[in-house]
């Protein structure tokens, strides 16, 4: 393999840059050349395709988002959408392909080796809701932005003696919200993983007041649905003073921690060696620190989980 390219997709995730940086310089040190595809796979589509060179991914390591910008295409999830993505990697002689993103655009790479074209996916989203890895890329800078936000919120939740509920990103999983929850001392952590009961909420929040609690932290993930919504239900149950935050797409930007800066690097790496091993159709992922590789279509078919020990330990501190 001479020629390979990388596309990021999907929603963008603080990290994402150090990855596309991992792959470009991997590939080079290997005598690889590397293009980049802009916006994703609309830009595969369309032919937004540009050879980046070692200076290309300098200065970005430390930059949230994707300076090869990213996009959600419904006409790539078409075979003829498809067919025009392969045509233009045949045109540029591109040979393989590494997506980074979340599920959606891992469907894009499992069609893509399905027709004969060998891509590998790294896995870029900030819901770290990819079977198969144990994190995912912009997870970590993710969490720590809501964590400074809860913080934050703290300092005015007790001056007023208020009731807040922070709602948080995550799409269909709880992964965000509790981590963040329990790192932020969270009275009630509600995530889709786990039943919501309002009446035990509603109930352990009444039971605090008495014994004087002055304000509580109720961090909410937004698969579970609205944070206004169970605001209005706390207000009208409790009468306590209540007011909601929600956070929204601060969580997807800024610089990426340390913990996603590496993880970014040697994931990218990572999938550089794979492609250049011959290996298509594969994840990589990170699993008890260790690289691992696994079937991109293995992890479509599997259902995300999160450890449910660690929301029982939220509720156990949280008494
Ligand atoms: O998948 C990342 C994510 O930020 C989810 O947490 C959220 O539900 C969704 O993307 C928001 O998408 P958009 O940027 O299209 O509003």
Known sequence: MKKIGVLTSGGD?????????AVVRKAIFHDVEVYGIYQGYTGLMTGQIKKLELGS??????????????ARSEEFKTLEGQKKGIEQLNKHGIEGLVVIGGDGSYRGAEKLTEHGFP????????????PGTD???GFDTAINTVIDAIDKIRDTATSHERTYIIEVMGRHAGDIALWSGLAGGAETILIPEATVDMEDVIGRLKRGHDRGKRHSIIVVAEGVGSGVEIGKQIKEATNLETRVSVLGHIQRGGSPTVSDRVLASRLGAYSVELLLDGKKGRAVGIKENKLVDFSIS??????????????????????
């Open 13 to 21: 995730s603080p990290g994402m840059n150090a990855a596309i940086r």
């Open 57 to 70: 991914v300098g200065d970005i390591i430390h930059r949230g988002g994707t300076f090869l910008y990213s």
């Open 119 to 130: 891509c590998v996916g790294v896995p870029g989203t900030i819901d770290n809701d990819i």
């Open 135 to 137: 994190f995912t890329i």
């Open 298 to 319: 293995e992890a479509l078919s599997q259902r995300h989980t999160l450890d449910l020990s660690m929301y029982k330990l939220s509720e156990e501190l949280s008494i």
